[in-house]
């Protein structure tokens, strides 16, 4: 994959992973399309990058979960003459609690996000790519996508479909010029995700990576081909044995892990 002098779309870039992708890609000397919800933070980072690698990085402040967000986005980038060769679907988030206890539009707006519109993006951008028999696509899935994880039961089946999705497609792709990777962590360091999923504590608790461990791991799983990637030697671990283990048996025992994180939004 060649970075230098290419265009990359971010989507998540105003915190966490998405942010480590734009520094990373941008010190690769790739030009940015930064897309997220928080404008004056994806001014601050665009400024940031611009400044330390004289490259261009445009912001485009998005709700991704939005129905209409991702033909927005392509529209606003179209007429900016933005064309990504690289596409970050990272946007996303989790909710940790009894899916019975959460407002059910919660639950559809995270499925809006995590999976119609890292879809949505990849279907818009996908034909460009083929066509022109170059181009890559990072989906950021998680470790949660390698088995059900109670209390988390819409997210990790959201990263489990965007795990799927991602792999199926770099199976229809990779003879034909465009690399499609899924990359996998388990809990990550210096994001806002367990802020929002309201699982500070849990995260807190359980072994953390630096994000820019995700994102390297990306990085080399694009170059070398890969379908997917699963950063941190625990966490590859855990998700290559997941389907080891009888189902019923690790779902009692995941929910008993989970149980006491889980609590009312
Ligand atoms: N942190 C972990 O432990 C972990 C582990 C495995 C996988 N992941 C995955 O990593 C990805 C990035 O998350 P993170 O850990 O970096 O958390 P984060 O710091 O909370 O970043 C999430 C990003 O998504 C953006 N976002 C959230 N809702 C959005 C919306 N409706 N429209 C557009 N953008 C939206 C946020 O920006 P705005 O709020 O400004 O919109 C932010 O830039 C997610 O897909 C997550 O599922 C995280």
Redesign the pocket.
């Known amino acids: 994959m060649q970075y230098r002098g290419r265009s990359a779309l971010v989507?998540?870039?105003?915190?966490?992973?998405?942010?480590a992708f734009a520094r990373a890609l941008a010190g690769r000397e790739m030009a940015l399309l930064l897309?997220?919800?928080?404008e004056e933070?994806?001014r601050t980072i665009a400024e940031d990058l611009a400044a330390r690698h004289g490259v261009r990085v445009e912001t485009v402040s998005?709700?991704?979960?939005e129905r209409d967000?991702p033909g927005r986005l392509l529209e606003i980038a179209d007429e900016r003459g933005f064309e990504p060769d690289l596409l970050v679907n990272?946007?996303?988030?989790?909710v940790l609690a009894p899916f019975a206890e959460v407002p059910l539009e919660r639950q559809l707006?995270m499925i809006r996000?995590?999976v119609e519109a890292l879809v949505a993006l990849t279907g818009l951008y996908l034909p460009r790519m083929l066509a022109r028999r170059a181009g890559g696509v990072i989906n950021?899935?998680?470790?949660?996508a390698f088995q059900p994880v109670p209390y988390l039961a819409v997210?990790a089946a959201s990263?489990a479909f965007v795990l799927s999705f991602s792999e199926g497609l770099w199976a229809e792709t990779h003879r034909h010029g465009v690399r499609v990777v899924a990359v996998?962590?388990?809990?990550?360091r210096d994001?806002?995700?367990?802020e929002?999923a309201e699982m500070r504590t849990a995260?807190a608790e359980l072994r953390?990576i630096p994000?820019e461990h995700v994102v390297a791991a990306a990085l080399d799983a694009l170059d070398r081909h890969r379908p997917s990637v699963v950063p941190g030697l625990t966490t590859s671990f855990a998700a290559r044995t997941a389907g080891l283990i009888p189902r019923r048996l690790q779902l009692l025992a995941t929910e008993r892990l989970f149980r006491r994180y889980a609590h009312r939004p």
């Open positions: 989507t998540g870039a105003s915190s966490g992973i998405g942010e897309a997220a919800r928080s933070r994806l998005i709700d991704l979960a967000a990272n946007a996303g988030v989790g707006e996000l995590n950021v899935a998680s470790s949660a997210y990263k996998a962590p388990g809990p990550v994001t806002r995700f367990g929002r995260l953390s994000r």
